[in-house]
């Protein structure tokens, strides 16, 4: 991919990373999370992307720049995917097998590429065909530069419908669960597996099964959510996950990607244990693990949590699980600090 061009959307709900080599406890659980789907999505500063993952190979398409990407990818132990690009018409990308990069699906969901020479993930989601349904959908943000603990961190998205026309209300909160208010958005229209309205930089992207990411245009972050559902977070304790977990600094936007992983917590049936891993190529975890218990849903049904390290101060963060084609996916945002946020996206195995 284009050498420091690439820059995160996110919104999602995207998963890939590129981590360094090291040492650590090796994980034990192999998956084979592909099939053969087509996924839409974008990357800051408003760059729209098109992937399609066949069986073992793959092709990107920036949509904005005019550029494809062809490649060959394998399955790590780890549950990441890990590719080659083999062709491209980038005159910056590397074609001679030095061209590699990470990559999560979830298939018929959602897709997240870490592009080489870069932290700024692309988020794709699987192209709805059938148009969304009026409800609720819960959201946790995805900063930009310069938030704050004291900026919109997640909310709710009222979501109505009349002549193929949508209206969005927006009721939004702070990290401490602070009312900022109320924005609606009228106008928009369903075509192509994303919610647009002329003239307007919200784009939102539809999955299948109902997970979105939300584009508010350059320079403003996105969101990544789910149709609203009640779920048992008992169950959702007791499964394994295999995510990302991005850092963000108010100057300087993204700052550090990890992959992620996380089951049931040995001693706490109501808490998962995460991890941290030193190397997906190595299947390597880090021994440093973070316990993550559930509080209760507010009034939105967005989830509360916190996560402790020892020796660090614990971390509190908002949560949107929905089960999607019966797996949960957990998009969560955190703000260890007033200036600086953290997002994670996990992916049932």
């Not at 709900?13 to 084979?32: D, F, M, P, R, Y």
Request: aromatic content about 10%.
């Amino acid at each position: 991919m284009r050498k420091g061009s690439l820059v995160i959307l996110l919104i999602s709900l995207s998963i890939a990373v590129g981590l360094t080599l090291g040492c650590g406890k090796q994980n034990t659980t192999a998956e084979t999370p592909h099939g053969t789907t087509s996924y839409i999505g974008t990357q800051t500063p408003g760059d729209v992307w098109s992937w399609t993952l066949g069986e073992g190979t793959l092709v990107g398409t920036n949509e904005t720049r005019g550029y494809y990407y062809k490649g060959t990818f394998t399955t790590l132990a780890s549950g990441f995917l890990k590719a080659v690009l083999t062709a491209s018409n980038d005159p910056d990308a590397a074609t001679d097998g030095t061209g590699k990069f990470h990559l999560l699906e979830f298939p018929n969901a959602l897709l997240l590429v870490n592009p080489y020479h870069t932290h700024r993930v692309i988020a794709c989601a699987a192209r709805a065909t059938v148009a969304p349904t009026a409800g609720q959908y819960n959201w946790v943000q995805v900063p930009w530069p310069g938030w704050t603990s004291g900026n919109k961190a997640y909310g709710t998205a009222e979501v109505a419908e009349s002549g193929g026309v949508y209206t969005i209300t927006k009721y939004k909160y702070d990290i401490n669960g602070n009312s900022l208010g109320i924005t609606v958005e009228a106008g928009f229209s369903f075509a192509d597996g994303k919610l647009t309205k002329t003239g307007n930089d919200l784009q939102v992207f539809m999955t299948p099964a109902g997970l979105f990411f939300a584009d508010h245009g350059p320079g403003a972050g996105g969101a990544v959510g789910a149709k609203y559902e009640a779920v048992d977070l008992t169950d959702v304790a007791k499964q394994s996950y295999r995510g990302v977990l991005f850092s963000y600094q108010a100057d300087s936007g993204l700052i550090d990607i990890d992959g992620i992983g996380a089951g049931p917590h040995p001693s706490d049936a109501a808490a998962l244990q995460g991890w941290v891993y030193e190397s997906v190529d190595d299947n390597l975890i880090s021994s440093d693990y973070a316990k993550v218990t559930f509080g209760s849903p507010d009034a939105s049904g967005v989830i509360s949590g916190t996560m402790t390290v020892p020796g660090r101060a614990t971390r509190i963060f908002r949560m949107v699980i929905a089960q999607i084609s019966g797996k949960y996916v957990i998009a969560g945002i955190g703000s260890p600090s007033a200036s600086k946020a953290e997002n994670y996206f996990l992916i049932q195995q």
